[in-house]
């Protein structure tokens, strides 16, 4: 075996008590200066990069932490600004990269969507007609930061130029060369500066090469590395992949870098076979991805090792880094504040502090540097413990949503039976109005819960706060008359960890915290057993809701493929078979909301789409049995019992099939960030159940006018069916303020009501023309 190094690519940004969320949302309030800013997020860098020093790593990334986004930093770097900004082309101001992700008084926020098929979610860059140039060298700035206040030579970070052009909106196959031109001389001049100032390795993320690759793309690549390579001979070039197995391996590596990085966990079997096939050349650097960094389990040191030598043997490379699958930021911070886990699931976790000592004991035990590593015996110990645990062999759980999965899905009726009898029900008016589902956390939402968690408030006294929260925003919904309301979910923290707590199956940490959004961190649940029903989760609180109203109150759920995919997942189970024991509970909740009354459930799916494989021709297993665990969960009610869903913030061009086919009787799709795009696919394909396109961005402090919502609202009945039109807001609004919230309300009350009017009128019209 040759020459191991141990090395990370990327560390959670948030620090350990999520102090880099607390600072900026205090510099957005206007609790802290800039400059204070600054000094408080230099501080959680350099602690970042203290930790990992500590630990004993080899290679340290510098340059991956950000104020935000890591797109938006990088298409801020080389000024790639949309022009309704008005920017001057001056230094970037913080207030603008902040606008540019979350919009202003003038302008809408940029585009988000999700990062490849994670959770996290960046800022979409627009590439307009500005022509580009560098604003400023993030990268050297971290590289000199390292070397001069912690004397520690890092590896610069920089977003690889065919990826971002993939990622961002106006790049066409067609104008792919033109923006590479334009784009190529900057990344030579951050380059160049990084090698001026000492740099020997630079970092170049590319996972955009894991998708298919065309030829044209192949010679983009080529291209960019051609003139990188000549231009800045000195500077050594790791070109990183992750999230699956690269496309054209062949011809990967034969690009004028000096290392490749493959993930060797998500995309284990396709890299491990294109070394069997081909090789590796043996003047390059192998980043080896051997530590899962998008889950929170120990890894199995032994078969690691193994697998380690596996890839060194076919390699033949002279030099392998031992490092994760991927950037840690998809992963908590430290599992050692976790007090209050049961200790064999305790001591079956590793977040990122825990994979960079899995690392470097992989290395040394790679290097076999005398008795074997201490750690290797303790990992055994807790892996094993886990494997046994009496929480994940349950045989009736798993064969009874085995069955419920070998049986039918089907609603007993099809959408236009069940329309009519709904429409007779319900006899709503013409584009009805509702919300996603929740209504804002405030601060005093906030201390109340932990008030009862803490047990210096009793449950009654917390119930009865609850429901004067309840009372208080279903008046407020009758007041500027939305027609269909609901609780508002002030009894809940996240949406998928609520479910979690009640579900059998299902842990939770008190500070396993990530990164979703910007600002927005989540505790993702870890499902570490078998998952069934215990008992009714929603129904007091949507029954409250509904009894102070003649007006429906939606029943609101969290559906079965957003629950999986937004937590950490078991991993001695298959995805689909964890997913049908999830859906096999909800449906039991669907059932116990619609006997106590609840005839209008809403089934969230946000995370549908994020969990499809990166390679096409994967998804239709993955589609196939996510849309049968949705349907397991809504296909037992009634026809009058009418099913909605929602999903947010991705593309869904191409699975606008399956999204129909969850046979749901009204979804509602974000639009209005996206500026409306979405329409142009319900121009080419026709939709034929009941949608709501949402008319405002909730993840925007702006409120926008009821003109700008007539207009998305009139856009989309040119191309759906007006008669199946909902008109709501783009998500739930628990993040949003009080005072936004009501008058953002109000303005799309005033939308939907004036083209009711609008057409009102024009039927009156046709009428009378008719008439004579």
């Known amino acids: 075996m040759g020459n ?45 990069l203290r930790v990992q020093r500590d630990r004993g790593l080899d290679i340290i990334p510098v340059g991956d932490f950000t104020y935000y986004d890591h797109v938006l930093d990088t298409a801020t770097m080389f000024g790639l600004v949309p022009e309704r900004f008005a920017w001057n082309g001056e230094q970037i101001s913080l207030d603008l990269y902040y606008a540019i992700a979350r919009g202003n008084d003038e302008a809408t926020a940029s585009e988000m969507t999700k990062w490849f098929n994670t959770n996290y979610h ?64 900057l990344y030579v001049q951050v380059l160049r500066e990084l090698e001026a100032a000492g740099a020997d390795w630079v970092q170049i993320d590319e996972p955009a090469v894991v998708v298919s690759l065309s030829e044209e793309d192949v010679l983009q690549l080529r291209l960019i590395y051609k003139t990188i390579t000549q231009e800045v001979p000195g500077l050594r070039l790791m070109l990183q992949t992750y999230f ?77 880094i031992v490092q994760p699958s991927c950037s840690l930021l998809h992963v908590p911070v430290s599992v050692t504040r976790e007090e209050r886990l049961h200790p064999v699931l305790h001591d079956a976790l590793a977040f990122a502090e825990q994979k960079l000592e899995e690392l470097v004991s992989l290395c040394k035990a790679a290097h076999g540097e005398g008795a074997e590593p201490v750690q290797f015996t303790e990992n055994r110990r807790a892996l094993a413990a886990l494997a046994a645990d009496p929480a994940r062999n349950l045989p009736f759980v798993r064969e009874e949503a085995a069955q419920a999965a070998a049986a039918p899905a089907e609603r007993a009726s099809d959408f236009a039976e069940r329309r009519r009898k709904q429409q007779a029900k319900w006899q709503l008016p013409f584009l009805p109005t509702t919300t996603i589902g929740s209504f804002p956390q405030t601060a005093e939402v906030r201390a109340a819960r932990q008030k009862w968690r803490k047990g210096e408030w009793s449950a009654e006294k917390y119930e ?35 479910f979690g707590e009640k579900l059998p199956g299902f842990a939770f940490t008190q500070g396993g915290w990530v990164q979703s959004y910007g600002t927005r961190c989540v505790k993702p649940p870890i499902i570490y057993g078998d998952v069934e029903f215990a008992g009714p ?25 957003t629950i999986l995919n937004w937590s950490f997942v078991r991993s001695d189970l298959s995805r689909e078979q964890v997913a049908y024991q999830i859906a ?53 009610v009634r026809d009058t019992t009418q099913i909605h869903t929602h999903m947010c913030y991705c593309e869904f061009d191409d699975i606008l099939e399956e999204i129909r086919a969850l046979d749901a009787d009204v979804i509602s799709i974000e639009t209005s960030r996206s500026h409306g795009e979405l329409i142009h696919s319900f121009e080419k394909h026709t939709y034929p159940l009941g949608i709501g396109l949402g008319v405002y961005d909730i993840h925007s402090p702006r409120v926008p006018s009821a003109e700008e919502m007539i207009r998305l609202i009139e856009r989309a009945i040119q191309v759906l069916d007006p008669e199946l039109f909902w008109v709501n807001p783009d998500c739930g609004l628990k993040t949003r303020g009080q005072q936004e919230t009501v008058a953002a309300l109000k303005q799309m009350t005033a939308a939907a009501e004036q083209v009711r009017s609008k057409f009102r009128r024009g039927i009156q019209a046709e009428t009378e023309v008719d008439k004579v």
Do not use: C
């Open 244 to 320: 699956d197995a690269v496309e054209r391996y062949d011809e990967l590596i034969e690009l004028p870098v000096h290392g490749l990085g493959l993930d060797f966990v998500h995309g284990r079997e396709g890299n491990l076979e294109s070394l069997r096939r081909s090789g590796f050349p043996a003047d390059k650097t192998l980043g080896a991805g051997l530590i899962d960094g998008r889950n929170i389990w120990r890894t199995d040191l032994d078969e690691a090792l193994n697998l380690l030598k596996v890839i060194s043997l076919q390699a033949g490379a002279s030099e392998v």
């Open 537 to 561: 989760m929603t129904v007091k609180e949507t029954a409250y809701a509904q009894s102070l109203t003649n007006k429906p109150v939606k029943g609101m759920l969290t559906g079965p493929i």
């Open 464 to 498: 009865a706060f609850i429901q004067a929260e309840i009372r208080r925003w279903v008046e407020f919904q009758e007041e500027i008359g939305l027609d269909v309301l609901v609780h508002g979910e002030f009894e809940r923290t996240d949406m998928v960890e609520f």
């Open 584 to 636: 096999l509970a909800l449906r039991k909740e669907v059932e116990v909301l619609e006997e106590a009354g609840i005839e209008m459930i809403q089934v969230d799916e946000p995370a549908l789409r994020e969990g499809l494989p990166l390679k096409q021709k994967d998804w239709s297993n993955y589609l196939n049995w996510a849309v049968k665990a949705f349907r397991m969960t809504t296909s037992s």
């Open 4 to 48: 191991f190094l141990s090395g990370n690519l990327g560390y959670p940004r948030i620090g350990g008590q999520r102090d880099w969320k607390k600072q900026i949302e205090a510099y957005w309030s206007g609790k802290i200066t800039e400059p204070e800013l600054h000094a408080r997020l230099k501080e959680i860098r350099l602690n970042n």
């Open 122 to 185: 960046y800022i979409v860059p627009e590439l307009g007609n500005r022509d580009p140039k560098l604003t400023v060298n993030r990268p050297l700035q971290a590289y000199l930061e390292a070397k001069q206040e912690l004397g520690i030579n890092g590896r610069p970070v920089l977003l690889g130029l065919f990826t971002l052009l993939k990622l961002s909106k106006g790049e066409t196959a067609g104008e792919a060369e033109t923006w590479t031109q334009k784009l190529l001389p």
